[in-house]
Structures are given as structure tokens and as C-alpha cells.
């Protein structure tokens, strides 16, 4: 079954009993003004029990709660004990621990350049990279992923963590933030969000934690849409910008070309880093709905010792990074191109498949060059 259908369809709500037992999100008014929201967001450690300026907009069954590390959600799996205070943000699920994607935002405010948000957080899974946690940046409807923390969701993951990094912004600019997440639906999963704080230095002090700070890359020029399709749309992720289509259902060739039309070339996925880095991204966009997706792999049609490549500048290079299913490729063949392929269940996760190139109902992948 494929839930990822399914969190977009079940109704927004937490049940009545789990309201009496926690705290609930306090949804801040949209009335407040930027240079207040920037002054409320120096520090949130939730012992208020309040989450002002921070929201919950989860469209799914799991959202985030104020929970008080003395009355867990989940008696059998508490969190660690966090470094101070007792209360924290947890994505809190219902009765049947039914899995889902939770978004929590700030409202608009201003942020200087030289901003650094640090927090710390707790991500643990039955599975390795089993559940997600992204830090995105908004400015209109452009998105920027800030921080990607899956790898460090295990099974064995006991400790809070303090991750930290730069809002780049080159000006005085109006935007707000967000954690995408999802949680999975094993007893062992969980996610939760500590002591947010926005600092106007680039200075941190931390006290017996992990710290996990952002390395400065350069942020493509990403727009929100392809060509200003919205039914394409795009992401600065790392140092480059991803387009995904989401009806377009094309062969390979009409693929690489529509991805051309825009200078960008189909996706290659060249090492194990990217492709976490977008199946994490995939995972907390539900609009994302399709599984399937033309990469640049491509068997080629003459040379000495062929194997799959990447074609996409020439000279085309041959893969040095693989994920296939396993069996696969089946077929090493001209005619023969690759798709990735994405599954919300992390038991199958994500791998390559060789596909006929003349084959349509895909969707694909552009990135920028």
C-alpha cells in the first residue's frame, strides 16, 4: 500500500484524548509583524508550553506537540533527557502510531545577514535513514533546504543533537523557515525539536552535545518553477537545483530534451550523498507523487567495453557510484536507459531499474549543470 495517497487524504486532527494529555500547538496570529516574529524567535525552548512564533501546518494524522519529557506521548519510547527544562517539540502520532509528514513553520520575519538558527534535535528510526528531517528556507515561493539530518536517524540513536547554520541572506530580507519531516510508522521511530534560536553572531556555545553545523556552499539560482511551470517544481538542494515533473509522463528522449529546453540535463546520480539528499527531499513532499523517474543513464549505442553512462555533456561519463536493484541491470543493451526509483517504505527504499528508453508514463528528474 502507498501511503504516501493516504497522508494526503486522512482528515487534519488529533484525537481528543491525546489534546487532555499534552499540551496543544498554540498557531500564532499572522498579524505579527516581522521585526517582532525576529524578536520572539532569539529563543524557543517550549517550557511555556507555547510554540509562538513556530506552528504546526502538518496535513497528516502526526503533528507537532509540546510534550513534557515527564508525561511522554509514548511511555515505551521516551526521548533522551534533554540538557534543560523538560519540555520540547515531538512529532506525536495517533493511538496506531499511523506514519505521516509534519511540517512545522515560523511566520514571516526579518533576518540579517550574518543570522545563524541553532537547535538541537532527536531522530531516531527503525531503519537505517528511516525517517527524514530537512530545515527549509522560504522566501516567497523559492525554497532552499538549509540542513538535511536523516543520516543520523537509527535504531540506536539515544542523544540530543545540536545542529547549526547560517541564514543566507545577503540583506535585510522577509522569510520564514520550516521543518519538513517524516515519521515513520514502527514503535521505534520518532523526531523531536529543541531549544530553536536565532543568533545574530556567528559565535555558538554548546554543553555535552553533538554538534552538527552546516558547511557554507553556494546556493544555485534555483526559480520556484521550471520556466515558470508550476506543474514542474524546483529546489535548491546542496550546491545545485532540482526540477521534478509531476505530469508530464514521458519517453527518455522527450525527457532529456524538455530538461534541455531549460539548460539543465537529467539527473546522474553520482555518489550515495545526492541520492539520499534527494530521496530525504522526495520523502517530505508529498506532492511529489510520483515513484518513478528518468535519470541521464543510458546504454550507448557504440564504443569499446560499453556500460551505462551518464549522458549528459559529452564526453559522457561511465557510472562510478551504482544502486541497482538487485537482479539488475537486466539488460545491457542499446535502447536500454535507467530509472530511479523511490519508495515512501523505507524496507524497499530506493534503486536503479534498466527500463526500455522508448517506454512512456515516467516522470523525470532535471538538475542544473
Request: net charge negative; with cysteine; glycine share 4%.
Amino acid at each position: 500500500m502507498n501511503f504516501r495517497f493516504l497522508f494526503v487524504l486522512v482528515t487534519v486532527a488529533v484525537s481528543l484524548s491525546k489534546q487532555d494529555e499534552q499540551e496543544k500547538m498554540f498557531i500564532p496570529s499572522l498579524e505579527i509583524d516581522p521585526q517582532s516574529a525576529r524578536i520572539l524567535l532569539n529563543s524557543n525552548d517550549f517550557e511555556s508550553g507555547s510554540a509562538d512564533p513556530w506552528y504546526d501546518s502538518s496535513p497528516s494524522t502526526v503533528h507537532w506537540v509540546v510534550e513534557d519529557f515527564t508525561m511522554p506521548s509514548e511511555v515505551n519510547y521516551p526521548p533522551p533527557i534533554p540538557s534543560s527544562g523538560t519540555k520540547y517539540l515531538r512529532a506525536t502520532r495517533d493511538a496506531q502510531l499511523s506514519p505521516g509528514f509534519v511540517i512545522l513553520r515560523t511566520v514571516e520575519f526579518m533576518a540579517l545577514p550574518g543570522d545563524r538558527i541553532t537547535f538541537k534535535f532527536w531522530i531516531r528510526s527503525k531503519y537505517t535513514f528511516g525517517n527524514t528531517l530537512e530545515l527549509i528556507l522560504a522566501i516567497g515561493d523559492t525554497e532552499t533546504t538549509l540542513l538535511t539530518l536523516s543520516s543520523y536517524s537509527t535504531s540506536v540513536n539515544l542523544e540530543w543533537r545540536q545542529a547549526s547554520t547560517l541564514i543566507p541572506v545577503p540583506e535585510p530580507t522577509v522569510l520564514t523557515l520550516a521543518f519538513y519531516a517524516s515519521c515513520g510508522g514502527n514503535a521505534e521511530d520518532a523526531i523531536a525539536i529543541d531549544d530553536i534560536v536565532l543568533e545574530p553572531s556567528d559565535e555558538i556555545t554548546t554543553t555535552g552535545l553533538t554538534t552538527v553545523t552546516s558547511t557554507t556552499t553556494v546556493k544555485p539560482n534555483c526559480a520556484p518553477y521550471f520556466q515558470g511551470n508550476t506543474k514542474v517544481p524546483c529546489w535548491a538542494l546542496g550546491n545545485k537545483c532540482y526540477c521534478f515533473t509531476n505530469s508530464n509522463s514521458d519517453n527518455w528522449e522527450q525527457a532529456d530534451a524538455f530538461c534541455r529546453t531549460g539548460n539543465m540535463t537529467l539527473l546522474s546520480v553520482e555518489t550515495e550523498e545526492e541520492e539520499k539528499l534527494i530521496y530525504n527531499h522526495w520523502q517530505v513532499h508529498p506532492e511529489l507523487k510520483s515513484e518513478k523517474y528518468w535519470t541521464s543513464g543510458k546504454f550507448p549505442q557504440k564504443g569499446y567495453n560499453r556500460t551505462y553512462e551518464w549522458a549528459t555533456i559529452e564526453p559522457f561519463q561511465r557510472f562510478t557510484y551504482t544502486n541497482w536493484q538487485s537482479g539488475k541491470p537486466g539488460h545491457s543493451d542499446f535502447g536500454y536507459c535507467v530509472y530511479f526509483f523511490m519508495d515512501f517504505d523505507f524496507e524497499s527504499g530506493f534503486y536503479w531499474v534498466d527500463y526500455l528508453c522508448n517506454s512512456f508514463y515516467l516522470e523525470y528528474i532535471c538538475e542544473s549543470v
